[in-house]
C-alpha cells in the first residue's frame, strides 16, 4: 500500500515571500505525483504532476515541484506568493492497483497569505 | 470541453434515509471515481467504475453503492445514512496519469 504525508497542517506566510509545503510518500512500486489546490466550496484543481523525466515539475500559478526518489519527496514551491494563493493544498500519489486507478491522498496544508 | 459536473450540490437528509449522486465526467473519459472528504478523515477512495465495472473499491461499508452507465455516468448511492456520512462527496474522470475533479456534492445529515 502507499501513503502520503504533509507533515505541515497549516503554513502562514506574508505576501511576496516565497513558499514550501513538504511532501514525502511511501510506496513499494512506482508511483504517479500530483499535488492538487483546493479553494473553499470547491473541487480540487490539479496545480502539476510528476510522471517521469525531468524531476523538476512547472505547473499552473507559478508553482514547481522537484521529484527526489531517494527521499520520496516532492515538496511543492512558490517562489512569491500572492494573498489568491490561500487555499489548502492536497499531495498525492497514483499507483495502477489491480486493473484500476486509486488516488492516495495527504492530510492537506492549508496556505494562508498574509499581508 | 466542459468539465465533470455533480449534482446536486448540496443536500441535506435525516439519519436513516437513502442518497444518490449523480456524476457526468468530461466527455471521452469512460473512468470515474468517487471519494468522501471530511474534516476527520480527509480525503479516501470510494470506488472506481470503467465501463460500467467496478474496478477498485476502497474500504467502506456495504452502505455505499454505485453503479455506471453506458454513457460512463455515474451514480453513487448510500443507504441508511448516518450523520458521519456527512461529507464533501468528489466525482473524478480521466486515467491513470491525471484525475480532473467535479465541484463535489455537500451532503449534511441531520
Known amino acids: 500500500a502507499q501513503s502520503v504525508t504533509q507533515l505541515d497542517s497549516q503554513v502562514p506566510v506574508f505576501e511576496e515571500a516565497p513558499v514550501e509545503l513538504r511532501c514525502n510518500y511511501s510506496?513499494?512500486?512506482?508511483?504517479?505525483l500530483f499535488w492538487y489546490v483546493q479553494y473553499p466550496n470547491q473541487g480540487l484543481q490539479l496545480l502539476l504532476k510528476y510522471l517521469s523525466g525531468s524531476t523538476l515539475v512547472k505547473g499552473i500559478n507559478g508553482f514547481e515541484a522537484e521529484f527526489n526518489k531517494s527521499q520520496t519527496s516532492f515538496h511543492l514551491r512558490k517562489p512569491s506568493v500572492h494573498i489568491s494563493d490561500t487555499a489548502e493544498y492536497f499531495c498525492?500519489?497514483?499507483?495502477?492497483?489491480?486493473?484500476?486507478?486509486?488516488?492516495?491522498f495527504g492530510t492537506g496544508t492549508q496556505l494562508k497569505v498574509e499581508l | 470541453k466542459a468539465g465533470v459536473t455533480q449534482t446536486p450540490r448540496y443536500l441535506i437528509k435525516t439519519r436513516g434515509q437513502q442518497v444518490t449522486l449523480s456524476c457526468s465526467p468530461i466527455s471521452g473519459h469512460r473512468s470515474v471515481s468517487w471519494y468522501q472528504q471530511t474534516p476527520g478523515q480527509g480525503l479516501q477512495f470510494l470506488f472506481e467504475y470503467f465501463s460500467e465495472t467496478q474496478r477498485n473499491k476502497g474500504n467502506f461499508p456495504g452502505r455505499f453503492s454505485g453503479r455506471q452507465f453506458s454513457n460512463s455516468r455515474s451514480e453513487m448511492n448510500v443507504s441508511t445514512l448516518e450523520l458521519g456520512d456527512s461529507a464533501l462527496y468528489l466525482c473524478?474522470?480521466?486515467?491513470?496519469?491525471?484525475?480532473?475533479f467535479g465541484p463535489g456534492t455537500r451532503l449534511t445529515v441531520l
Open positions: 473524478a474522470s480521466g486515467g491513470l496519469n491525471e484525475q480532473f
Open positions: 498525492a500519489v497514483n499507483r495502477f492497483t489491480g486493473g484500476g486507478n486509486k488516488l492516495t
Open positions: 510506496s513499494s512500486v512506482s508511483v504517479y
